[in-house]
């Protein structure tokens, strides 16, 4: 089960890794700790920190979820550990 | 048709609609009993999902607590969404190809012990009862606003209606009553947000309203908002936060992790056929869950300005001929001044909807300084210049006060939407409660069938009788829950944060180090759960009472109130979890390995190949 020197595992902790990184910058980054620099931008009629806070780190999530759900579908194949 | 009469068949139809899927949807075996036989599709079990998540809280109290809390309300908007993130990649595919019926048998299962599994148990139970006595007092108090029956009676009846389709149904027939109460409860939150949103800024997708112009001007809703209030003296809208950042911050963390760890959501990806439907039907129940939070802080904002439009001609907000409130561009392009006399409502002048919700005690005015108009306004301001406007106006105190329940519950009416959308409110209010309880239900029940009575107590049992057993407990679960509804104990109101403390310091670390930590061993994770539990059990009794128990609390000897780093007893799962995983490590490292077949075991859950129908079996 190894392709490219990792293990299908290594694969994975390091494709989630990564999510949660973004899902991090998202909602704690983007929502509570820059929001103050965020909110001198506007993004309509919303200052930018408030938006993330209230409707942008929902839509990343989402966005998150159906992009690991891809990612891990291929992922599976490489390895061919997938199901039937 | 009055109003009393709509909301009756309404509501009517909704509950037969219920009754007619259970009927439809019988669990014949073990497997239908406890997960829906492993048929479910994705997005079926995505929209069940979002209605067994959003309970009585979601759909009445949060765009009231948004309104109130502004910017600082987004810690629910992020926290009771991004543990879908967590579920989606950490728990659930993995959970899912493990093919067991509950939480507690994969961690005793995962920990070689029946401690373990008994200590998961302990944790499912006061987790899930807790939650289930918000949710059972909800089905009373809309109930009693809509049907004019007592809150009593409304539990009974919302008794009867679970019980008839929780037990003779199981997670098979309260998946499809759950899309059914999805559809009503969805409805029933976007129509009238819809409505205010096309009023206020001519946008009907109240997502970008709330980041509109307000009709007719190109001043921003949230611009306008934050002027309104600041000018009354009250914080600025888009930027007060509840607290110090750090408390948001774990608080938000708290949700979040509490979110993926409560057993109730997590059994529902027991549901589908495989595990590749397990990691993108998080993502649909999140997408369906979406389509009410992001609405949600329009609605707050909205019903806000709507409020204070209400009771001060100067916010630019005026009642047309028909009764609706529209913009007044004149006045918003001017920036009115709030504390000109005339602005003020007189109180002969009220709208009608005041004068409903008066008599159910939710909204109250008194007039302070008796000029017969009502003068609503923060009087306790740090703002030195509103406060000196107000007393130059001879204002002698706020005179209204309001419930934040009021927001989505009166919001049709505020709005003059008819009779049929505030039907559907209730109705939808009804499926919000009715929904999460019934997948509360599920998961005490099979905690006690499934990891009491068979793994504990009678493993021989046969599959007739597990089922029964099932039966049996869900009928228990129902009776106790209603009668903790009925007379809910003082400690009501602080015990949803209880649940997540619980979910978040116990549950969640346990399921994840047993996929993700190959070499955690039984010892490690009890400890942990126990440590976790406990750290998190004493921060709250400390803060609430010993069990809840008034004048048992003991913050004085903890040094204080949110002596731990400023943060507050809600906001402490994340810390409990973090204490679990630091000493289910420790502890780890100073025991034995788990067996070798154990780590077999993980290796095995963590490729999907060889995924089978969920059974049970051992």
């Not at chain 2, 209010?429 to 107590?457: E, P, R």
Request: charged share 15%; hydrophobic share 50%.
């Amino acid at each position: 089960m190894e392709h490219g020197g990792k293990t299908y595992w290594q694969t994975v902790v390091g494709l989630l890794t990564k999510i949660l990184i973004v899902w991090f910058l998202i909602s704690f980054g983007a929502g509570i700790l820059f929001v103050e620099q965020l909110n001198t931008i506007k993004l309509g009629g919303y200052p930018l920190g408030f938006w993330f806070a209230h409707q942008g780190s929902i839509y990343g999530f989402i966005a998150l979820i159906f992009f690991y759900a891809k990612k891990m579908g291929d992922i599976d194949r490489q390895f061919d550990v997938h199901e039937d | 048709m009055d109003l009393q009469t709509v909301t009756y068949l309404v509501v009517g139809a909704s509950f037969a609609l219920y009754i007619g899927i259970a009927i439809w949807a019988r669990a014949g075996s073990t497997s239908e009993f406890y997960a829906a036989g492993g048929s479910v599709h994705p997005i079926t079990n995505g929209m069940a999902t979002a209605a067994d998540w959003m309970s009585a809280a979601s759909f009445i109290s949060m765009a009231g607590l948004i309104a109130n809390m502004g910017y600082g309300g987004g810690l629910f908007l992020m926290g009771w969404t991004g543990g879908y993130v967590l579920l989606a990649m950490l728990l659930a595919p993995y959970l899912r190809k493990f093919g067991k019926f509950t939480v507690p048998q994969f961690i005793g299962d995962r920990f070689y012990s029946s401690t373990a599994s008994t200590v998961a148990v302990i944790c499912l139970l006061t987790a899930s009862l807790t939650y289930i006595i918000g949710q059972m007092t909800g089905v009373g108090v809309a109930f009693s606003r809509f049907l004019g029956v007592s809150s009593d009676t409304g539990i009974y009846i919302g008794q009867a209606i679970v019980f008839l389709y929780a037990v003779f149904g199981g997670m098979k027939g309260i998946t499809y009553t759950q899309v059914a109460q999805y559809i009503v409860l969805i409805l029933a939150y976007l129509v009238p947000a819809i409505f205010i949103s096309l009023n206020l800024t001519g946008n009907p997708l109240p997502q970008l309203g709330l980041g509109s112009s307000m009709s007719g001007t190109d001043v921003a809703l949230l611009t306008r908002l934050d002027q309104v209030v600041t000018d009354l003296g009250f914080g600025q809208y888009t930027t007060t936060t509840a607290g110090s950042t750090l408390n948001m911050f774990v608080y938000t963390l708290s949700l979040m992790i509490g979110t993926a760890g409560l057993p109730h959501v997590i059994m529902r990806f027991f549901t589908v056929p495989t595990v590749k439907d397990a990691r993108s039907s998080a993502g649909w129940a999140l997408i369906f869950i979406a389509l009410l939070y992001t609405t949600a802080p329009a609605v707050g904002a909205m019903a806000k300005l709507n409020l204070h439009g209400t009771v001060n001609k100067a916010v630019g907000l005026e009642t047309a001929a028909d009764g609706s409130m529209k913009v007044n561009p004149e006045i918003i392009k001017a920036r009115g001044d709030v504390y000109a006399p005339e602005a003020s409502l007189e109180v002969e002048k009220r709208p009608e909807w005041m004068k409903r919700w008066e008599k159910t005690g939710l909204l109250k005015f008194e007039d302070k300084n008796g000029d017969g108009r009502i003068q609503y306004y923060n009087d306790k301001t740090k703002n030195a210049d509103a406060k000196a406007k107000a007393e130059a106006a001879g204002w002698k105190g706020n005179e209204l006060t309001v419930n934040a329940d009021i927001i989505v519950l009166a919001n049709p009416e505020i709005a003059l939407l008819p009779n049929w959308v505030i039907a559907l409110v209730a109705a939808g209010g009804l499926a919000a409660a009715l929904s999460t309880a019934a997948g509360l239900l599920m998961a005490i029940s099979s905690a006690v069938s499934h990891d009491l009575v068979k793994n504990v107590f009678n493993p021989d049992i046969s599959e007739k009788n597990e089922l029964l057993a099932g039966k049996i407990s869900m009928a228990v679960a129902i009776v106790v829950s209603g009668y903790l509804g009925l007379n809910p104990p003082g400690f009501a109101a602080g015990t949803v944060a209880l649940a997540f403390g619980i979910a978040a310091s116990s549950l969640f670390p346990a399921i994840m180090m047993g996929i993700f930590s190959k070499k955690m061993n039984k010892e490690g994770a009890i400890a942990g759960m126990l440590a976790g539990l406990a750290v998190t059990l004493f921060y709250v009794f400390a803060h609430k009472g010993i069990f809840f128990i008034k004048g048992t609390d003991f913050v004085e000897m903890i040094g204080g109130a949110n002596s731990f780093f400023g943060i507050t007893p809600e906001a402490f799962g994340a810390v409990g979890a973090l204490f679990n995983f630091i000493v289910a490590f420790v502890v780890d490292k100073m025991t034995k390995e788990p067996p070798e077949h154990i780590q077999h075991m993980v290796e095995n859950v963590r490729i999907p190949r060889g995924s089978k129908l969920v059974d049970g079996a051992h």
